[in-house]
């Protein structure tokens, strides 16, 4: 089963590959940037803080949208019959 369409999946990939190169690019040049402003340690703490928030919501998020344990039966039943 493919989720992606044959024609649309070098569209997909070349976003996925966009969005990592940037989510690991931005906040390099942000971090510089704020570095040059306010210090190389509070650049360190305000950046850690940042990604330690983000983490936390993500982690959150994936445990709030987890699939219960009924639900995951429920699949395997359905794939089996």
Same mark, same amino acid.
């Given at each position: 089963?493919?989720v992606? /369409? /044959? %024609?649309?999946?070098?569209?997909?990939?070349?976003a $996925?590959y966009?969005?990592?190169?940037?989510?690991?690019?931005? +906040?390099? @040049?942000?971090?510089?940037? @704020?570095?040059t402003? @306010?210090?190389?340690?509070?650049?360190? %703490?305000? $950046?850690?803080? @940042?990604?330690?928030?983000?983490?936390?919501? &993500?982690? $959150? %998020?994936?445990? *709030?949208? *987890? +699939?219960? *344990?009924?639900?995951?039966?429920?699949?395997?039943?359905? &794939?089996?019959?």
């Open positions: 089963m493919t992606i /369409p /044959p %024609e649309h999946r070098a569209a997909v990939m070349s $996925f966009v969005a990592a190169y940037a989510s690991l690019s931005v +906040p390099a @040049v942000l971090a510089g940037i @704020v570095a402003h @306010v210090g190389l340690q509070s650049t360190f %703490e305000i $950046f850690g803080s @940042v990604v330690a928030g983000i983490a936390l919501i &993500v982690a $959150f %998020e994936a445990w *709030r949208t *987890r +699939p219960t *344990r009924m639900l995951v039966r429920q699949e395997i039943a359905h &794939v089996e019959a």
